[in-house]
């Protein structure tokens, strides 16, 4: 089996900043891109960032020079560095991987159980 664990979500002021993590384990073999969603009361589940194997990044327009994506492929992590948060960043944020297991030929897509990121004006 395989999980995905997030961590740093918390309360922050406007203008603030905060760090996710998001670890991976289990019977991993490999993992391709790993990245972080998130949904607002409300609103559909939306892209934040994503990083791949390279390390080529894409972010969502709303958090462009604002929120960094990094992977430490050794220890099957990625985390998220949110800058000048604001108030529309408030959501659940999640942590999503394609991940090959042992024994796969193809990845499977999971999910993380989702950390609160609350940003208060």
């Known amino acids: 089996q395989v999980q995905l664990v997030e961590s740093g979500g918390g309360l922050v002021q406007a203008g603030g900043s905060l760090r996710l993590s998001c670890a991976a384990s289990?019977?991993?073999?490999?993992?391709?891109?790993m990245g972080w969603y998130r949904q607002a009361p409300g609103k559909q589940r939306e892209l934040v960032a994503t990083?791949?194997?390279?390390?080529?990044?894409k972010f969502a327009d709303s958090v462009k020079g604002r929120f960094t994506i990094c992977r430490d492929n050794a220890n099957s992590t990625v985390f998220l560095q949110m800058n000048n948060l604001k108030p529309e960043d408030t959501a659940v944020y999640l942590c999503?991987?394609?991940?090959?297991?042992?024994?796969?030929?193809?990845?499977?897509?999971?999910w993380g159980q989702g950390t609160q990121v609350t940003v208060s004006s």
């Open positions: 999503n991987a394609y991940i090959y297991q042992i024994f796969f030929t193809t990845p499977a897509n999971y």
């Open positions: 990083i791949n194997k390279s390390g080529n990044t």
């Open positions: 289990g019977s991993i073999f490999s993992i391709d891109d």
